[in-house]
Nanobody, 126 residues
Framework: QVQLVESGGGLAQAGGSLRLSCAAS????????MGWFRQAPGKEREFVAA????????GYADSVKGRFTASRDNAKNTVYLQMNSLKPEDTALYYC???????????????????WGQGTQVTVSS
């Protein structure tokens, strides 16, 4: 079992930055592929980024590529999402998710994950 708690959301201006954190419980965190997803009001949950268990492989949605960076610190059981050059369309509830045995390709699909956090709100003003 893994419990996930996101933090770091808030209000930012367009062009600004935020760093989200996702703290995980459990001693096997380093075995999990981690994903970031977001959901805006009235829209479906969408893939943002994923990072392999070692941190050596990452994947990004085209809409955030070059602006967002996923990283992890397995010693701290934490995964991060650095968000730069924020846009109003980045406004959403951001979730982290965890599962084992996911390739970076399959990690883009929400239904592949067994564990989810409660989400942290990101609001970007124009």
């Amino acid at each position: 079992q893994v419990q996930l708690v996101e933090s770091g959301g808030g209000l930012a201006q367009a062009g600004g930055s935020l760093r989200l954190s996702c703290a995980a419980s459990g001693r096997t965190f380093s075995r999990y592929t981690m994903g970031w997803f977001r959901q805006a009001p009235g829209k479906e949950r969408e893939f943002v980024a994923a990072i392999s268990w070692s941190g050596g492989n990452t994947g990004y949605a085209d809409s955030v590529k070059g602006r967002f960076t996923a990283s992890r610190d397995n010693a701290k059981n934490t995964v991060y999402l650095q968000m730069n050059s924020l846009k109003p369309e980045d406004t959403a509830l951001y979730y982290c998710a965890a599962d084992t045995s996911l390739s970076i390709r399959t990690a883009r699909t929400a239904r592949e994950y067994d564990y989810w956090g409660q989400g942290t709100q990101v609001t970007v003003s124009s």
